[in-house]
């Protein structure tokens, strides 16, 4: 069974930084890519951060270009979201995602396994 975890989400004032991780357990095969995804309540899901297997291929959004970087831990199977310069904008809440395919994506649809959410607020 796929478990994805996440953990670091909290409250931070604007400009601020947090680090969002997620551990990933019960892949049963390596050439997973990982993707961070967001949600404010009421909105669609929206695409954050990509990163395919071997950590070379990253994609970012538009909005977050610059300021949020992934990675992917030594073992592959953890993936962090490095987030400064953070923006009230940026509150949601923050997923984790798993995709069976190794090159990185950025449709919700394109992802096979997900996390159950980390909070993220951003006061002004």
């Known amino acids: 069974q796929v478990q994805l975890v996440e953990s670091g989400g909290g409250l931070v004032q604007a400009g601020g930084s947090l680090r969002l991780s997620c551990a990933a357990s019960?892949?049963?095969?390596?050439?997973?890519?990982m993707g961070w995804f967001r949600q404010v309540q009421g909105k669609e899901r929206e695409f954050v951060a990509a990163i395919d297997w071997s950590g070379i291929n990253i994609y970012y959004a538009d909005s977050v270009k610059g300021r949020f970087t992934i990675s992917r831990g030594n073992a592959k199977n953890t993936v962090y979201l490095q987030m400064n310069s953070l923006k009230p904008e940026d509150t949601a809440v923050y997923y984790c995602?798993?995709?069976?395919?190794?090159?990185?994506?950025?449709?919700?649809?394109?992802?096979?396994?997900w996390g159950q959410g980390t909070q993220v607020t951003v006061s002004s």
């Open positions: 995602a798993a995709c069976r395919l190794s090159l990185a994506r950025t449709e919700v649809e394109e992802y096979d396994y």
């Open positions: 019960g892949l049963t095969r390596s050439g997973y890519a």
